[in-house]
């Protein structure tokens, strides 16, 4: 399509005459161009720059993205406080029962509550809208790890303390050497007796147990046979147990044995058969417990196989000053 021409009507010539524009002018309509258009980008960015920010789609996913981490820490940050109730219940009944009960040192709060020293473990995470709530999420969950690392080491160590206790347990003499049933009488406690050969007052280590040569001996917790042999004098055919712990056990006077030295036994095993070999006034059991090294009353370690009110007989016929057998 052409270009439109404009005449004006001439009055001197009394003619029309063609309308050409003025290079001036439009150079004028381009600069007022320009001009307004700078106007409206300047008036474009002041506004956006004083509205809401435009959202676009992508910036939408990224929002939603932000307001779901913030609530998966939020979840995550509830579970801790739930594992914090249970670590402080576990650490006290640790510290409080456990190791009471193994007679073994608690472990001091300052050590189980230890901070990170030294660099600043986190400084990864600063610099972010959200490095606040990182960081003390992350700092939270270190320590409980950390907690977790010393408490999983405590009970460890109670395991092993446990086992140990185990061991103690079957190790102690705990019953009676010789059965109820098989007994004629219980002959002589622990204590100051009558010597039956020199008829002097001396002290008596053990206990004499009154039966019929050939009566079943039982090992009264379990050890290992350290003697099996008649070497000591006055004890005449003797087994000795070392059960560990410090405990030892003595079988003295016996007929024959049935273990050698060296040999394991439980408690409860046959070890040997009554008689009256050595110093022996009658066919009878002279029976000792020794820790470290020193006698103590067998009296003491019957829990394992006899009631109250056999334990309260035999305790009254033990403590009679009367003739020892040995």
Same mark, same amino acid.
Do not use: W
């Given at each position: ?13 009394? &003619? ?24 409206? !980008?300047?008036?474009?960015?002041? +506004? ?7 959202? =676009? ?7 939603? *993205? ?46 189980? %509550? ?22 003390? =999420? ?27 206790? #185990? ?13 109820? #049933? ?32 050939? =009566? ?24 000795? +147990? ?5 405990? *030892? ?28 070999? !050595? ?11 020794? %820790? ?11 829990? !394992?196989?006899?009631? &109250?009110?056999?334990? +309260? ?14």
């Amino acid at each position: 399509m052409s270009k439109k021409v404009k005449y004006y009507y001439d009055t001197e010539s009394l &003619a029309y005459k063609k309308i050409s524009p003025k290079k001036g002018r439009k150079f004028g309509y381009a600069a007022l161009f320009l001009l307004s258009s700078a106007l409206f !980008g300047f008036l474009c960015f002041v +506004i956006l720059l004083n509205t809401p920010y435009f959202e =676009t789609p992508k910036d939408r996913l990224q929002a939603r *993205e932000i307001e779901n981490m913030k609530l998966r820490y939020e979840i995550l940050n509830k579970k801790m406080d739930q594992l914090d109730e249970v670590l402080v219940n576990l650490e006290e009944r640790d510290n409080n029962l456990y190791r009471v009960y193994f007679n073994s040192s608690p472990i001091p709060t300052e050590q189980r %509550k230890a901070g990170f020293g030294g660099v600043n473990r986190y400084k990864e995470l600063e610099g972010y809208d959200n490095s606040e709530l990182v960081i003390n =999420t992350t700092k939270r969950l270190d320590m409980i790890s950390k907690q977790l690392a010393i408490q999983s080491k405590s009970l460890d160590e109670i395991l092993i303390l446990a086992k140990g206790k #185990e061991k103690l347990l079957a190790a102690i003499p705990a019953i009676q050497p010789v059965k109820n #049933e098989d007994l004629k009488q219980m002959a002589s406690g622990f204590g100051y007796r009558n010597d039956p050969f020199t008829k002097i007052r001396k002290f008596h280590y053990g206990m004499d147990f009154s039966a019929k040569t050939g =009566t079943p001996v039982y090992a009264s917790g379990d050890g290992v046979i350290y003697k099996a042999d008649n070497s000591m004098s006055g004890y005449g055919n003797l087994i000795v +147990i070392k059960h560990g712990f410090g405990y *030892e056990t003595y079988y003295a006077h016996l007929s024959k044995y049935k273990v050698k030295a060296g040999q394991k036994i439980k408690r409860g095993d046959i070890i040997g058969f009554v008689g009256s070999t !050595g110093r022996s006034e009658a066919p009878h059991l002279h029976y000792e417990v020794h %820790k470290d090294g020193e006698p103590i009353n067998p009296i003491n370690f019957y829990y !394992g196989s006899i009631s &109250a009110e056999e334990y +309260i007989a035999i305790s009254k016929l033990a403590n009679q000053e009367n003739q020892a057998l040995d």
